[in-house]
């Protein structure tokens, strides 16, 4: 992104009094739509990334959907099965 890393919300403060002080956003309109697109541009990757992922493992998804529909819930012995990889042995 090329906004820096701030905070570009809200301001909050406490008076000497215990008041809560709410000052509003003292961004400029130009500035909060860089930070509306930036953060539309990280949602927009998110999304295009995991429904890349899903699509990769689409089939191994609906086999463990089809088990967990027979069995209500698996073990990882199970998951293993369904899904058709071989355990990974721990280092």
């Known amino acids: 992104s090329d906004l820096a890393p701030l905070n570009y919300g809200p301001v909050y403060d406490t008076t000497d009094y215990g008041r809560a ?8 309109e ?16 998110g999304w295009k990334r ?10 191994q998804l609906d086999k463990v959907a089809d088990k967990l529909l027979e069995i209500e819930s698996m073990d990882e012995d199970d998951f293993t099965k369904a899904v058709g990889s071989p355990k990974v042995k721990a280092e």
């Open 30 to 45: 130009d500035l909060k739509r860089k930070v509306d697109l930036a953060v539309e541009k990280v949602v927009d990757d």
């Open 50 to 59: 995991t429904v890349a992922i899903l699509k990769k493992y689409r089939k």
């Open 21 to 28: 002080v709410y000052d509003p956003y003292t961004i400029s």
